[in-house]
């Protein structure tokens, strides 16, 4: 007798799952508007906490627009279902390629953007390089990912009822 798979391969709608990391990278990648959002939710008094990460505005602006090509492939990933838009596939047929094509810059940014003397300054600054690196490699390599960028779910054909007498 065969043991079940310890987690589901496909979805419900017979795709292949999105897998955790991606989702992580997503995370990190769009840390500008993460800290954004939280910055929004503090007190008024406590909102200089941005410019530990971003010390200029310059550069918090820099991250969003890198960042920003994301945002649609989120409105692409909600749409991954049967019932969604399908104009959304073209923009999540080249999702692998937009997530590598952010990664690339904001690691370049990340890493123009350190102290020369980061390792003795703030050595908590190239966490964040490390992982984009990490990223990186996973995107080219992943042929889950792969898959689950070359699919898109069927329309669901409407159901039409027929009168037999």
């Not at 897998?19 to 503090?42: A, K, M, Q």
């Not at 596939?89 to 390629?97: A, C, T």
């Not at 984009?132 to 329309?155: M, Q």
């Amino acid at each position: 007798m065969s043991k079940a798979p310890l987690w589901p391969v496909l979805d419900d709608y017979g795709l292949h799952k999105v897998p955790l990391r991606f989702y992580w990278l997503l995370l990190l990648l769009l840390r500008p508007y993460i800290s954004w959002i939280l910055v929004l939710t503090l007190p008024q008094d406590q909102r200089s906490m941005l410019a530990l990460f971003y010390p200029l505005q310059r550069d918090f602006i820099i991250a969003c627009v890198v960042a920003a090509p994301l945002l649609l492939l989120i409105a692409a990933l909600s749409q991954r279902k049967p019932k969604g838009r399908r104009g959304w596939r073209h923009i999540w047929r080249y999702g692998g390629l937009i997530m590598l094509s952010v990664a690339v810059v904001d690691l370049v940014v990340s890493v123009s953007h350190l102290p020369s003397q980061v390792m003795l300054d703030a050595p908590w600054r190239i966490v964040s390089p490390l992982l984009l690196i990490i990223g990186c490699i996973w995107l080219l390599r992943s042929r889950t990912l792969k898959a689950v960028f070359a699919e898109w779910p069927e329309p669901i054909a409407p159901v039409t009822e027929t009168n037999t007498n």
